[in-house]
């Protein structure tokens, strides 16, 4: 079977669990303040593609974070989750420490392949995120820096092969 007649079998309907992390955009939305970017661009994106979203917003606290995303991978409506902020170096970046150690594959390809084209765009910079992907309970879980620019080019990778991904996982 070519690739291409591969990829036909891939689902075309998906539900994309958005989560973002971040201590000043969950402080926004508490004060009824909708101040976030990079996760309505990542539905903007998903859903002219035909797929359905749901976002939620955290702050950058593990125990947050973990319960979210085993409540998403728990949802059979959700295919895959998608989740923007806290991939840097800072003391408050701690989603690669909470969901990294749930993966029971990694997709290192994704985080090598996203910082070497954010490296041709903005250069030294690209090397501070430690994006990365996972499969948890056979779902893809895509951790992704928060900042626009960052998510825009993620989600060139992602999107046109999210339906094979999700096809692999099951699998």
Do not use: W
């Not at 902020?85 to 690669?96: E, K, P, Q, S, Y």
Request: with cysteine; aromatic share 4%; glycine share 10%.
């Amino acid at each position: 079977m070519s690739g291409i007649e591969h990829r036909k079998e891939a689902p075309k309907r998906l539900h994309v669990a958005v989560l973002v992390i971040s201590d000043t955009r969950a402080q926004k939305m508490r004060e009824g303040q909708d101040e976030d970017v990079s996760g309505k661009l990542i539905e903007k994106k998903f859903q002219a593609a035909g797929y359905t979203t749901t976002r939620l917003i955290v702050p950058d606290d593990a125990k947050q974070i973990r319960d979210v995303v085993k409540k998403f991978i728990a949802d059979p409506k959700v295919d895959a989750v998608i989740a923007t902020g806290g991939t840097g170096i800072t003391a408050r970046d701690v989603t690669i420490e909470t969901l990294a150690p749930l993966f029971e594959k990694e997709l290192q390809g994704f985080g090598e392949i996203l910082r070497h084209i954010g490296y041709e765009k903005v250069g030294g910079p690209a090397l501070l995120t430690r994006a990365t992907a996972g499969l948890i309970k056979r779902k893809p879980v895509f951790c992704l820096p928060g900042a626009p620019n960052a998510v825009e080019v993620a989600i060139g990778l992602i999107l046109p092969d999210l339906g094979h991904v999700v096809k692999h996982a099951r699998e």
